[in-house]
């Protein structure tokens, strides 16, 4: 009688049988396909506390009643960021679980803010491009637009849309494996502005002030910031799963030792909200408006640390309420090594020092 569990003979059957999958590949998303996705998620106080502060996001209001009294909340609300990353890691069985990496994301943006705990999140993705990958054959490039909805009322609470690499059943033929290595980036060396502004304090007029005086100097505003989180079990492959994010980059050693990053990495959304949690440490928030033109450059793992590069791009006095003025950043995450591993745009309404 045939012992299944014999090693060779489990290693052959393991070797024949076919594998249930999961996910999708890139021949099953076309465009105009709209997908409702099956799971749910409760935005919890106890989701959003563990998202905030695994990645140091210790904004009062969003901890405090009196602290998000004074910001005109409620009750502290769900952080956006949480919001975020839970809008997209309900889709991630239906659209990217098969593998591929999360490669940018732009005009996030929170329609019915703020959101409260309690709130039950229903998420419809709809494919808006497919496209071939000129370097990598047995992959294709996807972008849908998610809508994260209250379930009871459908209001939408987040939107965005997002691009991965997806992989291909078959691998399709290209014009060569040099056609995305063209020598475009040959570097004529950095092209920095002589000076560096920092602004001297987090309040809307300091992003103001900071941005006259570099205007007048062959200046930028742009300064780093002091903390750095190392990756670690929670962050790379537990957070995600509190999102029901079931990419196996983040949790499945054994099938990544075989990718291109050798390794479990970081979920995009953990790797942004470290970042911006440094940044927002040294301002004011008042409102967070919305994302654009985020990218994923570089993988992050276990042991990596995650610090954080702010520009400040534009400050105008104008915003939901008086008490804030809206500033626009560009935001860059960066490893120990000083590689920029994510950059996107943020719109955010920041507290006056004069209220
Ligand atoms: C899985 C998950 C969530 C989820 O489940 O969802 C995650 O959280 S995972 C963690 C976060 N993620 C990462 O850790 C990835 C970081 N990244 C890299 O490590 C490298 O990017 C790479 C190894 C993936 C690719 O490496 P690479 O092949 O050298 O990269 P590129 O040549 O730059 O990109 C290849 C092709 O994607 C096109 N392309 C790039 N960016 C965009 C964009 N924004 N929009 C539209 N097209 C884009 C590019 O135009 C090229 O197209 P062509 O093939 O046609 O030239």
């Known amino acids: 009688m045939t012992d299944w569990t014999d090693p060779e003979t489990f290693a052959q059957a393991l070797d024949e049988v076919e594998t249930k999958e999961k996910g999708n590949c890139f021949e099953d998303f076309a465009e105009g396909d709209v997908i409702e996705h099956d799971p749910g998620l409760t935005l919890t106080?106890?989701?959003?506390?563990?998202?905030?502060?695994?990645?140091l996001n210790h904004d009062p209001a969003y901890w405090r009643s009196d602290a998000a009294a004074a910001r005109g909340f409620e009750e502290p609300p769900v952080h956006p960021d949480y919001l975020?990353?839970?809008?997209?890691?309900?889709?991630?069985?239906?659209?990217?679980?098969?593998?591929?990496?999360?490669?940018?994301r732009t005009d996030v943006r929170f329609p019915e803010a703020p959101v409260y705990t309690g709130t039950e999140l229903h998420v419809e993705s709809e494919v808006v491009n497919t496209a071939t990958s000129s370097s990598r054959p047995e992959y294709g490039i996807v972008s849908w637009r998610t809508r994260g909805k209250d379930a009871e009322t459908g209001d939408v609470l987040c939107s965005y849309e997002r691009t991965n690499m997806i992989p291909r059943r078959e691998p399709?033929?290209?014009?060569?494996?040099?056609?995305?290595?063209?020598?475009?980036?040959?570097?004529?060396?950095?092209?920095?502005?002589?000076?560096?502004?920092?602004?001297?304090?987090?309040?809307?007029?300091?992003?103001?002030?900071?941005?006259?005086?570099?205007?007048?100097?062959?200046?930028?505003?742009?300064?780093?910031?002091?903390?750095g989180r190392t990756q670690d079990d929670v962050t790379v492959a537990s957070l995600p799963l509190s999102t029901l994010n079931t990419a196996k980059q983040?949790?499945?050693?054994?099938?990544?030792?075989?990718?291109?990053s050798g390794n479990i990495v970081t979920y995009g959304d953990v790797?942004?909200?470290?970042?911006?949690?440094?940044?927002?440490?040294?301002?004011?928030?008042?409102?967070?408006?919305?994302?654009?033109?985020?990218?994923?450059?570089?993988?992050?793992?276990?042991?990596?640390?995650?610090?954080?590069?702010?520009?400040?791009?534009?400050?105008?006095?104008?915003?939901?309420?008086?008490?804030?003025?809206?500033?626009?950043?560009?935001?860059?995450?960066?490893?120990?090594d000083d590689e920029p591993v994510y950059s996107g745009t943020r719109t955010a309404e920041i507290q006056k020092r004069s209220k």
């Open 84 to 104: 975020t990353a839970a809008t997209l890691g309900i889709t991630v069985e239906d659209l990217s679980e098969k593998g591929g990496y999360f490669l940018g």
């Open 45 to 55: 106080q106890f989701g959003s506390e563990k998202w905030m502060s695994q990645t």
């Open 172 to 227: 399709v033929a290209t014009d060569g494996s040099g056609a995305a290595a063209t020598d475009e980036g040959a570097d004529d060396g950095p092209d920095l502005p002589e000076t560096f502004v920092t602004p001297e304090g987090g309040y809307f007029e300091d992003f103001v002030d900071a941005l006259e005086q570099a205007d007048d100097e062959n200046a930028a505003v742009a300064y780093r910031h002091e903390r």
């Open 271 to 336: 790797t942004r909200s470290t970042a911006l949690g440094h940044a927002r440490s040294d301002e004011q928030t008042w409102r967070e408006v919305g994302f654009d033109d985020e990218s994923f450059h570089t993988f992050v793992a276990v042991g990596d640390t995650v610090y954080a590069f702010t520009r400040v791009l534009e400050a105008e006095n104008d915003a939901s309420s008086d008490a804030a003025g809206t500033v626009r950043f560009q935001h860059i995450a960066f490893n120990q």
């Open 250 to 260: 983040h949790h499945n050693v054994d099938v990544m030792s075989d990718s291109p």
